[in-house]
């Protein structure tokens, strides 16, 4: 029987070419406290953004300048809805 010769290049393997489809990072959810004091402060945020602004915002906007989720933004604007101190103009977000 010969003998084998080792070589110092493996050969690829078939399977190893077949990569399996990278997987999605897991987006992060956002756990938000749903009490009166955490909407309370989240309201707050969401008045100062608008103040800061001066201008309509989006949520997208209000939760990026207030550095805060969407999520806690819509929060924030339910408690300013309630309170009247916000209006819908166009879509989008502005101080009463």
Partial sequence: MAEKKATTKAAPKKEA???APAKKAAAKKTVIALNAENAGFKAGD?????????AAQTVAEIAKNAKISEEEALLGIGWLFKEGKIKNEDNKVVLA
């Fill in 46 to 54: 969401v008045y100062q953004a608008l103040a800061a602004a001066g």
């Fill in 17 to 19: 070419a077949k990569k």
